[in-house]
């Protein structure tokens, strides 16, 4: 049986720098350590959200940049309002196509909707224009993962802790690709119980997903 990966956009939260003084609700600092409960909390109920999007809205109302659009579709993914978001990221990329950040954020909801081809497709766009991209190369890998394409999503998850060593989402994500890939040699049972186990000690065992699939590479092998 398959392992399971968190979901994608309540864990890998959308990619916007914070290059002002407000908190962001959009950060990745804001959501990667919360519990699922309180992300769910937050995504569902919390008035941050409408306060970010009136704020963001009457930006692009004075100054449509491609920055406000794709902070606003963010925003609106976490309220579930994702044909308004979609708007909001196609009108992103349509003012900047080179947006790194726009094309990630419309590869989250992708991902979201399961359409993981179209996802790869814009976290790929966003690598282009950002070669550093670690959450970019994360989700391509995750994405690439839930395709079963096993060489591509080791690379990019490989590639994605390269860049952000404390990265526990793409260390778990790495260590189901290792062990699920059907031309696994011995080394990477190790390598995955090594990787699962970082990701339960960076996250304090906290997260249940991480536990099951640490325990199910752990199992003996005449139990697969």
Not at 39 to 47: E, F, M, P, R
Not at 58 to 68: F, H, W
Not at 126 to 153: C, F, P, T, V, W
Not at 177 to 184: G, Y
């Amino acid at each position: 049986m398959r392992l399971l990966i968190v979901t994608l956009l309540l864990v890998h939260a959308f990619g916007c720098s914070r290059d002002d003084d407000r908190p962001l609700i959009e950060d990745k600092e804001a959501f990667v350590d919360l519990s699922v409960d309180e992300q769910s909390a937050l995504v569902g109920t919390d008035q941050r959200l409408d306060q970010r999007i009136a704020e963001l809205s009457e930006e692009i109302n004075s100054a449509p940049t491609a920055k406000v659009y794709s902070r606003r579709g963010a925003a609106r993914v976490l309220k579930r309002q994702f044909d308004s978001a979609m708007s909001d990221f196609d009108a992103a990329i349509a003012l900047d196509s080179g947006h790194a950040h726009a094309h990630y954020n419309r590869g989250v909801l992708h991902s979201q909707l399961l359409e993981h081809d179209l996802a790869i497709a814009d976290y790929t766009n966003a690598i282009d224009a950002d070669a550093d991209y670690s959450l970019a190369y994360a989700n391509r890998g995750m994405d690439h993962l839930e395709l079963k394409q096993y060489k591509l999503a080791i690379a990019d998850l490989r590639r994605a802790i390269e860049l952000d060593a404390e990265d526990h989402l793409a260390m778990h994500a790495l260590a189901v690709a290792l062990f699920e890939n059907p031309d696994r040699v011995e080394s990477d049972i190790s390598a995955a119980e090594r990787l699962a186990t970082r990701a339960c000690e960076l996250t304090g065992y906290g997260y249940d997903d991480y536990v099951q699939t640490l325990r199910y590479i752990e199992r003996p092998a005449s139990t697969e």
